[in-house]
T-cell receptor, first 117, second 109 residues
């Protein structure tokens, strides 16, 4: 079974530029998550989708971050404009979605490492 | 919101020794507690989990215990091997996942 795919793996941009990350979840997984992992910290949930609807985006900085999951499959996370403090690894994860996220194993992709200069 | 504290932040053991990592959580609504292993350049991978209606769970060399009253749970790794070296994260889930800040485990041959 193919895992969660993410691209690009690395990205370096200057502050105030924009950047986009792409995620392809495991086939058949209804729930998709985007996490931000700052160096030395645990992942922090940014947004959770169930199919193409948003379940939780309470920790997404909506003035600069946006995410979409068209057709309930792939997802894109965008940052515009980027700030120095956005430097982090952005992880995408997916789960079956059969129990609304409760007790479900989340499968993580390898992440995109973003450096904002 | 939920707050998860994880200790220690770093742990070094000799091969064959046991390792214990502890986490505390604040939200009594959390009912699912997974543990993840993250290797360099990779995403976290689930290694064991426990639900709030269970006090202990074991899978070969790995075990997890949960004390709901005290709001803490622990990961125990016995007979450690060099390939156990990684960063370990605990999480508390009560709707959404809140992670601890990780423990870097080093197993010396």
């Amino acid at each position: 079974e193919a895992g969660v795919a993410q691209s690009p793996r690395y990205k370096i941009i200057e502050k105030r530029q924009s950047v986009a990350f792409w995620c392809n979840p495991i086939s058949g997984h209804a729930t998709l998550y985007w996490y931000q992992q700052i160096l030395g910290q645990g992942p922090k949930l940014l947004i959770q989708f169930q199919n193409n609807g948003v379940v939780d985006d309470s920790q997404l900085p909506k003035d600069r971050f946006s995410a979409e999951r068209l057709k309930g499959v792939d997802s894109t996370l965008k940052i515009q404009p980027a700030k120095l403090e956005d430097s982090a690894v952005y992880l995408c994860a997916s789960s079956l979605g059969s129990s609304g996220g409760a007790y479900e194993t989340q499968y993580f992709g390898p992440g995109t490492r973003l450096l904002v200069l | 919101g939920e707050n998860v504290e994880q200790h220690p932040s770093t742990l070094s053991v000799q091969e064959g020794d046991s390792a214990v990592i502890k986490c505390t959580y604040s939200d009594s609504a959390s009912n699912y507690f997974p543990w993840y292993k993250q290797e360099l350049g990779k995403g976290p991978q689930l290694i064991i989990d426990i639900r709030s209606n269970v006090g202990e769970k074991k899978d070969q060399r790995i075990a997890v215990t949960l004390n709901k009253t005290a709001k803490h749970f622990s990961l125990h790794i016995t007979e450690t091997q060099p390939e156990d070296s990684a960063v370990y994260f605990c999480a508390a889930v009560g709707g959404k996942s809140t992670f601890g800040d990780g423990t870097t485990l080093t197993v010396k041959p």
